[in-house]
């Protein structure tokens, strides 16, 4: 079972498209483990966005990402962080299909309303940067065998 990291970034909480990003995902079947609301520190979106600090958006993408409190999201399920990613869309909103959270919701890329982690490892990274190990929940959810052959 695959876990991954999501976002709802600042732009998804004040447009108040929370609860439509997580029923996105929630009814795709992935599974909730972990949920935060929280304003992240400079220093951690530095972190967390440590892979970009030589990218030309990195400034601009610190501010964006603490210009605003976050949901922060553990989902598992397998395949987990492909299906995520899809779910999410393409990173520029204008190019994400429609039926995407992106696609349906945005219109730049500097205001993409989600972040999804991109592989295991980075899931790895970024789920123990937003949440102790006590902060996820294992549970039995009763539809899985819906869900899943
Ligand atoms: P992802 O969020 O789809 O994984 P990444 O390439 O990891 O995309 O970029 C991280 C975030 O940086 C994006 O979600 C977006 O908010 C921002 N970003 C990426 N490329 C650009 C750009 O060219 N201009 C401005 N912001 C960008
Ligand atoms: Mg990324």
């Known amino acids: 079972m695959e876990r991954t990291l999501i976002l709802v970034k600042p732009d998804g909480v004040?447009?108040?498209?929370?609860?439509?990003?997580i029923a996105r995902f929630e009814r795709r079947g992935l599974k909730l483990v972990g949920m935060k609301f929280i304003q992240m520190s400079k220093a951690l979106a530095e972190e967390h966005y440590a892979v970009h600090k030589e990218r030309p958006f990195y400034n601009s993408l610190v501010e964006y990402i603490t210009s605003g409190p976050v949901v922060a999201m553990v989902w598992?399920?397998?395949?987990?962080i492909a299906?995520?990613?899809?779910?999410?869309?393409?990173?520029?909103?204008v190019t994400a299909a429609p039926g995407t959270i992106r696609g349906d919701f945005g219109m730049e890329i500097?205001?993409?309303?989600?972040?999804?982690?991109?592989?295991?490892?980075?899931?790895?990274?970024?789920?123990?940067?937003f949440f102790n190990e006590d902060e996820l929940v294992d549970w039995n959810r009763v539809t899985d065998a819906w869900i899943r052959e």
């Open 14 to 21: 004040q447009r108040g498209l929370i609860g439509e990003i």
């Open 76 to 80: 598992e399920g397998k395949d987990a």
């Open 83 to 93: 299906a995520a990613r899809a779910t999410m869309g393409a990173t520029n909103p």
């Open 110 to 129: 500097g205001r993409n309303l989600v972040h999804g982690s991109d592989s295991p490892e980075n899931a790895a990274k970024e789920v123990n940067l």
